[in-house]
């Protein structure tokens, strides 16, 4: 599970690169996984998790069906597709960015962005 983090880290630090030689570094301040607008993640991880389970269900459903309901059975992959934002590749990065949400920020400085843990909230 690390390195999917440190994977999604990375690719979430080229981004921000790429998005600050575009000229993008006005919002430093948002949170990592969200450059440019594209955030895959969920308001929070049961309901990410409940959307995986039910795309992927749906995927999986709409092939095993297939002996049973015949070619309408296939008429599930598009809601499961939906469920998961498009492809499951895009849930498992919607997965991370859910996760990292509020843990790690992106700061840009001199055409040069980095992921940096946010500061941990104090105990009132």
């Keep these: 599970m690390t390195d999917v983090l440190r994977k999604a880290?990375?690719?979430?630090?080229?981004s921000s690169r790429e998005?600050?030689?575009?000229?993008d570094v006005t919002e430093a301040s948002r949170p990592a996984g969200t450059a440019g607008g594209r955030s895959f993640a969920s308001t929070s991880l049961p309901r990410h998790l409940l959307r995986g389970a039910a795309g992927f269900g749906a995927l999986i459903g709409?092939?095993?069906l297939i002996p049973v309901l015949?070619?309408?059975s296939l008429?599930?992959?598009p809601l499961g597709l939906l469920a998961l934002r498009g492809?499951?590749?895009c849930w498992a990065i919607g997965l991370v960015q859910?996760?990292?949400m509020g843990r790690l920020r992106r700061q840009c400085a001199d055409g040069r962005c980095e992921l940096t843990r946010a500061p941990a909230a104090?105990?009132?």
Excluded: K
Excluded at 19 to 23: I, L, V
């Design 87 to 89: 492809c499951p590749a």
């Design 9 to 14: 880290e990375m690719a979430v630090t080229e």
């Design 70 to 72: 015949g070619l309408a």
């Design 98 to 100: 859910t996760v990292s």
């Design 75 to 77: 008429a599930l992959a």
């Design 19 to 23: 998005a600050a030689t575009a000229g």
């Design 62 to 64: 709409s092939v095993a």
């Design 122 to 124: 104090r105990a009132r």
